[in-house]
């Protein structure tokens, strides 16, 4: 939704910018402090999405599922659940169950 809204603005207030004749000089004014930081937070979105893709410690797992496309057992049990279902509906993988630990 981020990524919409700053393309909508970079959009818009870059228009702003780039035909200043066609536009009041207030507007002008607000377009170019909106388009900096539509930008600013545009490109923190992008270095995030970086991060949280190849840096995040949690998505190596599914880095491997895309490069390599298998993932742990465990894993899909846990982060897609409707697909493990399915894996064990059709014999693919055998069920597990937690077993206590203590008492």
Sequence with gaps: M?????????????FIMWFPGAFSQGVIQWAMPIHAIAFGVAAAVIVAHIFLSIGHPNSKISI????????PVRYAKEHHEKWYDELVENGVVRETKKQDKGA
């Design 64 to 71: 491997r599922g895309m490069i390599k496309g298998d993932v």
């Design 2 to 14: 981020i990524s919409i809204i700053t393309t909508l603005a970079l959009i818009v207030t870059g």
